[in-house]
């Protein structure tokens, strides 16, 4: 690949009167690479690369170059306000960014800049966008956990002797706890901008369902999972007069 400053350089020097095979000689390229970088000085000439652009294998137009800018300053926008960004939401939004650069076009040149094509946002883009732009993924740290560990290292050789001496099986041992669904929880890991090394904690949404879940250690039998209700008489079963005690939810 040529760097854009040498492309710039290779067509100044040219306008010059230097010989194109002298660049090829200077350059390392072949007489052919240098022709064409000659015959598009127009288009390169007029190229604005995104920040952090350096290589650009292939002429894109202007429009792409505004897409990722525009991208960049809402994924600032979304860090401000402290709103996780994933892939695929980024991919999203740089499509409909695209979208409506297209249209503004089309709108005042009276036809599309791209023939009519959308804006393929692929997992090569986005590593190329990353690369471009030097966004990266962080992981938004909440409170620590309050397990005690050394404990529960002292359960687990504890409970091997009990499985040896006694002589039970795999199949016999059944572990049953408890586990929270925050079903309204947001992910913990975000992109941020390259300015931004670290992003703020943030207050997750306490929403949730307590799920109780039973299997035996083999894995191969498991209890249908429980849905521990936080009240102990649902409004459903007041505004139906359902009885608790003759409910077969609550009986499980």
């Not at 504890?158 to 039970?168: D, H, N, R």
Request: with cysteine; glycine share 6%.
């Amino acid at each position: 690949m040529i760097s854009i400053e040498a492309k710039h350089e290779i067509i100044a020097k040219h306008e010059l009167g230097i010989r194109i095979i002298d660049f090829a000689n200077e350059y390392g390229r072949n007489p052919s690479t240098i022709s064409t970088i000659i015959k598009q000085k127009k288009a390169i000439k007029k190229l604005q690369p995104s920040k952090a652009v350096t290589i650009i294998s292939k002429l894109r137009t202007n429009i792409h170059d505004e897409v990722e800018q525009l991208l960049l300053l809402w994924i600032k926008e979304k860090q401000l306000a402290g709103d996780s960004l994933s892939e695929t939401i980024i991919c999203e939004k740089v499509g409909s960014i695209f979208q409506d650069l297209n249209r503004d076009v089309t709108e005042m040149d009276g036809e599309s800049s791209q023939g009519g094509e959308g804006f393929k946002a692929s997992r090569g883009w986005f590593d190329n966008f990353k690369n471009r732009s030097g966004i990266h993924s962080v992981i938004r740290h909440g409170k620590a956990s309050s397990g005690d560990i050394k404990v529960a290292e002292n359960f687990i050789k504890v409970f091997e002797k009990l499985i040896s001496e006694e002589g039970y099986l795999p199949q016999q041992a059944f572990n049953c706890n408890e586990t929270g669904l925050f079903w309204k929880t947001m992910p913990r890991r975000t992109f941020i901008t390259a300015e931004k090394n670290g992003i703020p904690g943030h207050k997750a949404m306490k929403d949730r369902l307590t799920l109780a879940l039973c299997s035996n250690a083999i894995g191969d039998f498991k209890i249908k999972p429980s849905l521990v209700y936080h009240s102990e008489i649902p409004r459903a079963f007041k505004a139906y007069k359902v009885m608790k005690e003759n409910s077969v939810a609550c009986k499980q």
